[in-house]
Nanobody
């Protein structure tokens, strides 16, 4: 079992930056994948970015070059640095962790980008 707690959401103007953090309740060395999804009103949840064993990252085309996912092992944390934010990035952002037992989700944090 892993509990995930997100922080760092909020309101920002277009072109601005935000950094989301997700802290796991235990060490993340055995969690082979961590990442972020988002869900905008009326839309399906979509992958934003993830980081897997060996710190290999994958991103949605819509955020490539603007968002960066990283892990800090000694703090049991995965982060999402979001730059050059756009109004279409507005959504609830969810942290997810995957290990041998399954997937675990955080409660979500709201990101709102004003134009």
């Amino acid at each position: 079992q892993v509990q995930l707690v997100e922080s760092g959401g909020g309101l920002v103007q277009a072109g601005g930056s935000l950094r989301l953090s997700c802290r796991a309740s235990r060490g993340i060395y055995t969690i082979h994948a961590m990442g972020w999804y988002r869900q905008a009103p009326g839309k399906e949840r979509e992958l934003v970015g993830r980081i897997t064993t060996g710190d290999i990252t994958t991103y949605a085309d819509s955020v490539k070059g603007r968002f960066t996912v990283s892990r800090t092992y000694d703090k049991n944390t995965v982060s999402l640095q979001m730059n050059s934010l756009k109004p279409e990035d507005t959504a609830v952002y969810y942290c997810v962790a995957s290990d041998y037992a399954g997937d675990y989700w955080g409660q979500g944090t709201q990101v709102t980008v004003s134009s």
